[in-house]
């Protein structure tokens, strides 16, 4: 089993190999075990890929790099682009390869490549051996993946780290991928997707999907229940911060007009990873051996009107609930006490992983107290995740997290 972060590479232009180290060693101290590279055309991404695979490399920790073409950018009858790109990093050691050698390949998109040929012509042309598992988008495309790309070597989906409608997460989307695939041979892969949230607020593109119902935690434990059918999963993103979905730290390369992600912390959920990706990976839920709280909300109520945006409310704006959501990893039973402003509630605890949640309240802080047989095991305070009962001045469905102590 895989566990893949994806990034946006269009976002490390101002990478310096030790950014790369930096992150690349907190991922693999979370159960990552690689980054696909989304990339496109730009000039200096060429130099800044071989920056990324040597930080690998001198990591020390086997973290491993490969490929997600973005054809939304690329073409399909560019072979000189992606031949030099496969060229070049073939033979790195920070190459994920399968058992025989194969250099992993994904893509974002890139149904409208319709025949075989087209895409063995450009990455089976120079003699490397190639596991080909792309992420396509097109409906009729996956639906006769087996007819049309027979020599495909798996399908990576990307819809089901999110509800598809206003609805709690389930296995539906992943279900319905997998069966009209038609990749049934033993050597096919399915790699699956999970994500923190979504929300994208730019002029001409501006909509939420349903993040809510603990959407991260949730999303993990039905890829652990269905882990049989899952051979690897990519965590959609590490960086991609216009659609919110990033679990990595806030770093400056970010879009123009990026408004909703300054001060909105996401590495939370990196350190919620680590537990569920060895569940994932061993098919056994680790042991907590301690106590530790994570919590997230948004900033502002969904019938709030913002006073100066001139993009306007999200598509799906109702799709949401105003309600702080609280994961505890606990290693006993007890109780847990969450304050935000006027809104307090005492939860009972149970070992294992426990789900609240909080209706938001105007506060500039967030409070729990952890309490068992009588004694306080911790009073964590954060002042990460606020909320305003009034109109701000623009629009806000991102979540700020905090985790602690």
């Not at 920056?51 to 001198?58: E, G, I, K, L, V």
């Not at 993946?145 to 709690?168: C, H, L, Q, R």
């Not at 389930?170 to 399915?190: A, F, H, K, M």
Request: aromatic letters at 16%.
């Amino acid at each position: 089993k895989l566990v893949i972060a994806h990034v946006i590479f269009g976002n490390t232009y101002s990478y310096t190999p030790q950014r790369w180290i930096e992150e690349i060693k907190m991922a693999s101290a979370q159960g990552i075990d690689g980054f696909a590279l989304n990339f496109g055309y730009d000039y200096w991404q060429a130099d800044q890929m071989q920056s990324a695979y040597d930080a690998a490399t001198a990591s020390g920790t086997g973290f491993k790099m490969f490929f997600s073409l973005d054809m939304s950018v690329l073409r399909c009858d560019d072979d000189d682009t992606i031949r030099s790109y496969i060229n070049k990093f073939k033979n790195h050691p920070a190459q994920l390869k399968d058992a025989s050698g194969n250099m992993w390949i994904t893509t974002f998109d890139g149904g409208n490549c319709k025949t075989d040929a087209q895409w063995n012509n450009v990455l089976r042309t120079n003699g490397v051996g190639i596991k080909f598992v792309p992420g396509f988008f097109n409906d009729e495309t996956y639906t006769k993946m087996k007819e049309y790309f027979p020599s495909i070597n798996g399908d990576f989906w990307w819809g089901p780290a999110w509800p598809k409608y206003n609805n709690v997460i389930d296995w539906s989307e992943d279900n319905y991928r997998i069966e009209r695939s038609g990749l049934t041979r033993p050597q096919d892969v399915y790699m699956s997707s999970v994500a923190p949230a979504f929300y994208v607020h730019y002029d001409g593109r501006n909509r939420v999907l349903r993040s809510d119902d603990h959407l991260y935690a949730r999303r993990w434990e039905d890829l652990v229940s269905h882990r049989n059918v899952v051979d690897a999963l990519q965590i959609v993103t590490w960086n991609d911060y216009g659609e919110s979905t990033y679990i990595g730290p806030i770093r400056q390369d970010m879009p123009t007009g990026t408004t909703w992600v300054p001060g909105f912390d996401h590495t939370p959920f990196l350190e919620m990873t680590g537990y569920y990706a060895s569940a994932f990976k061993t098919g056994q839920y680790p042991t907590i051996t301690s106590d530790k709280v994570f919590f997230w909300g948004r900033p502002h109520s969904k019938y709030a009107v913002a006073t100066n945006d001139s993009v306007g409310r999200p598509v799906n704006w109702d799709w949401t609930d105003d309600l702080l959501w609280i994961v505890l990893f606990s290693t006993g039973s007890g109780s847990l006490k969450v304050t935000m402003g006027s809104s307090s509630s005492t939860f009972s605890v149970s070992a294992g992983v426990n789900k609240f949640t909080l209706p938001l309240a105007q506060a500039s802080s967030v409070t729990t107290v952890l309490t068992r047989n009588g004694a306080t095991v911790f009073n964590f305070q954060s002042d990460a995740v606020t909320y305003t009962s009034g109109n701000p001045s623009k629009y806000n469905w991102n979540y700020a997290a905090a985790a602690g102590p």
